[in-house]
């Protein structure tokens, strides 16, 4: 069973810094694309960041030059350092990531469960 497990959330004042981890399990024969997401209360899900196989990165406007994405691949592992936080980037923060579990299976999107980050002013 393919899964992805985030860490690293938690409670810090503004001006400071977290690094949040998803680690990919499970049956995984490619991993492509990885991403953060996240879901502020009363708010749609939105894209942070995307790290393709490549390795090339994008980010939402309201993260660059303070976020930064990145991988591990031979621990399946992605990461984003966030620094200068802001109490607007109070939410949960879900992982996603593209997997292909055997050769001839399809790409397939799959969600973490998502880690809580909160900022406070």
């Known amino acids: 069973q393919e899964q992805l497990v985030e860490s690293g959330g938690g409670l810090v004042q503004a001006g400071g810094s977290l690094r949040l981890s998803c680690a990919a399990s499970?049956?995984?024969?490619?991993?492509?694309?990885m991403a953060w997401y996240r879901q502020a209360p009363g708010k749609q899900r939105e894209l942070v960041a995307t790290?393709?196989?490549?390795?090339?990165?994008n980010y939402a406007d309201s993260v660059l030059g303070r976020f930064t994405i990145s991988r591990d691949y031979a621990k399946n592992t992605v990461y984003l350092q966030m620094n200068s936080l802001k109490p607007e980037d109070t939410a949960v923060y879900y992982c996603?990531?593209?997997?292909?579990?055997?050769?001839?299976?399809?790409?397939?999107?799959?969600w973490g469960r998502g880690t809580q980050v909160t900022v406070s002013s």
């Open positions: 996603n990531a593209v997997i292909k579990t055997t050769w001839n299976t399809p790409f397939t999107t799959y």
């Open positions: 499970g049956s995984i024969f490619s991993l492509n694309r």
């Open positions: 790290i393709s196989s490549g390795p090339s990165t």
